[in-house]
């Protein structure tokens, strides 16, 4: 078991913590006269719970975790550069990641100025053998395994997980952003096992709420009281916290919107192959496609005359597009395009 005082910054276990009127006190009231709020009602006048606690009650009962392992933010993002903050000493850790891959661990390691350790997944999109990350890993840190991962879509199994994490002596961060549009198992079921493991998910796919700006971190109580004390006290507000609220209590739907994306992306492949500027299309558990052209900056710029904007990874991957999966008209659209050039 990773010792995780042990890799925790110095300064981060040394300070005190910011203490907010509504961390102070958590009791039931008539009049609050503590947090110097205007007293008018506008539905926002009052501060918002620091801890979330009634959307951690609703995630709890949804993942089947205890609330004390879970962590809200102001979308994955800000959970990500918390545990740079939390986590790395600049000079001193670094940050393994496993290019092509999502492009926010790069940005925030810069940020925090930790170096960034980049071993290249194989051909397939595969991590590299146990053997090859161990001669890369020298430094205590943090480990990114975007699983599934974007941009190329596929997933990494819970033994390969599980082996590195164990072998580790740092924070093994899985982003389970797409996790809902994927038949595999959550490293969820890891982290009784592991006590360095963060799984991250968010409202922001399957759960339609880009714009809320709504991530969930989940770990060991000891990581999560960490990231409690230093994350900005009201990092998520109300709007957001009562919209997460909404849509988790209308879960059918969801569902069923997850379940007919799943099909459109099946219906996608299926039309996509069959295209002569299609070289292939890379399986997916996600809500997007890779796909490579044999000319994909020409079928980008067609697209874009005809107002279809899709994301040009050729500088990553090699003539490829990521297409997201849109609506069936929407889906319908491009491939009439795609059939067109
Ligand atoms: C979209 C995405 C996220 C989501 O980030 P938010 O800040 O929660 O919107 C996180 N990780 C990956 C790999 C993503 O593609």
Redesign the pocket.
């Known amino acids: 078991m990773v010792n995780i005082k042990g890799i925790t910054r110095k300064n981060v276990l040394e300070m005190n913590p910011y203490s907010s009127a509504r961390s102070e006190y958590q009791g039931t009231a008539n009049i609050w006269l503590d947090a110097n709020e205007n007293p008018n009602e506008t539905g926002l006048n009052r501060y918002p719970d620091p801890l979330q606690t009634s959307l951690k009650t609703e995630i709890a009962a949804l993942r089947k975790v205890d609330t004390d392992r879970i962590f809200i933010g102001n ?3 800000e959970i990500i550069d918390l545990l740079f903050r939390a986590f790395c000493e600049p000079g001193k850790s670094k940050v393994y990641i496993f290019p092509p891959t ?1 492009g926010m661990y790069k940005v925030s390691a810069a940020i925090n100025n930790i170096e960034i350790v980049e071993i290249p997944l194989t051909e397939k999109f595969e991590l590299p053998s146990f053997e090859v990350i161990q001669t890369k890993v020298n430094a205590p840190g943090l480990l990114f395994i ?1 699983s599934p991962n ?1 941009p190329t879509g596929n997933s990494t199994s819970m033994e390969e997980i599980n082996k590195i994490a164990l072998n580790f002596n740092g924070i093994v961060v899985v ?1 389970e ?1 797409y996790i809902d549009f994927s038949e595999q198992e959550s490293a969820l079921s890891l982290l009784n096992e592991n006590s360095n493991i963060i799984i ?1 998910q ?1 409202f ?2 399957a759960y339609g709420l ?1 714009g809320a ?1 709504v ?1 969930m971190a989940f770990s060991n109580p000891e990581i999560i009281a960490i990231l409690n004390m230093i994350k900005p006290p009201y990092n998520v507000n109300t709007l957001s916290i009562n919209v997460a609220l909404e849509v988790l209590s209308a879960n059918e739907r969801i569902q069923w919107q997850i379940s007919k994306i799943k099909q459109e992306r099946k219906l996608m492949i299926k039309q996509l192959i069959q295209l002569e500027i299609v070289k292939s299309v890379y399986p997916s558990d996600t809500n997007f496609l890779l796909v490579k052209f044999s000319n994909e900056e020409l079928v980008f710029q067609n697209l874009l005359k005809n107002g279809i904007v899709v994301r040009n990874r050729a500088s990553q991957i090699e003539n490829c597009l990521r297409i997201t999966i849109g609506t069936k008209t929407e889906n319908e659209q491009l491939i009439k395009l795609l059939k067109a050039i």
């Open positions: 979308g994955s993002d999502y975007c974007n982003d952003a991250l968010t922001s796919k880009a700006r991530g």
